[in-house]
């Protein structure tokens, strides 16, 4: 009864003073109001249209930055531009017409499986080093300029066509940049419309 009769009177005395909380209370206060006290929802469902929208987990967030990162594009697009040049290299070897002449008889099946490897490899190495490269220095023009647009191909297309043609010179360098340029403008603007 004493101490119910002590916490009347303090009140009572705050109020009279114009004080209602000691700066220790309102430091628990501002503890309280300001620390996360319970569990973060994952599952937080904030209606934007008619349909309601669920909120990403954060390991859902954290392997959707994997698959967006320009590394992991650069790298799928290496083995894809090995598998597709694998098929294109090991259909062009196929009908690659072998005729027999008198100083050259039929090629024997083994001379034509080596011969279909190495097309299909080298098919494959050749659309795998397009598909990375291009793949990658898009990725990054399009981080950097923080657009999806038709630029981000054609300046990536002449990137890559310029690399891969001062292999065999500046001139074919400018070239390459141009041809590959003008087809990844082509081919963006047909995806477009």
């Given amino acids: 009864m004493a101490a119910e009769a002590k916490n009347a009177a303090d009140i009572t005395n705050k109020g009279k003073h114009g004080v209602l909380f000691t700066p220790q209370e309102i430091d628990q206060i501002a503890r309280f109001l300001v620390a996360n006290q319970r569990r973060e929802r994952e599952n937080l469902i904030i209606p934007r249209t ?55 008889p039929l ?9 279909l490897k190495v097309s299909t490899i080298s098919y494959g190495k050749n659309f795998a080093a397009i598909g990375f490269l291009f793949s990658g220095v898009e990725c990054a023009i399009e981080s950097y300029r923080g657009k999806t647009d038709w630029k981000n191909g054609t300046y990536a297309g002449a990137v890559t ?20 340029a003008v087809f990844s403008f082509a081919i963006d603007y047909y995806m477009r419309h």
């Fill in 161 to 180: 066509g310029g690399v891969l043609g001062l292999r065999a010179g500046v001139k074919a360098g400018v070239a390459g940049a141009f041809g590959f």
């Fill in 107 to 115: 090629p024997s099946a083994r001379e034509v499986l080596r011969e």
């Fill in 50 to 104: 008619f349909t309601p929208v669920v909120m990403k987990s954060r390991e859902e967030k954290a392997v959707e930055a994997v698959f967006e990162s320009c590394p992991f594009k650069a790298v799928l697009s290496l083995f894809a531009g090995f598998v597709l040049g694998g098929g294109i290299g090991l259909f062009a070897a196929s009908v690659t017409p072998s005729i027999p002449t008198p100083d050259k």
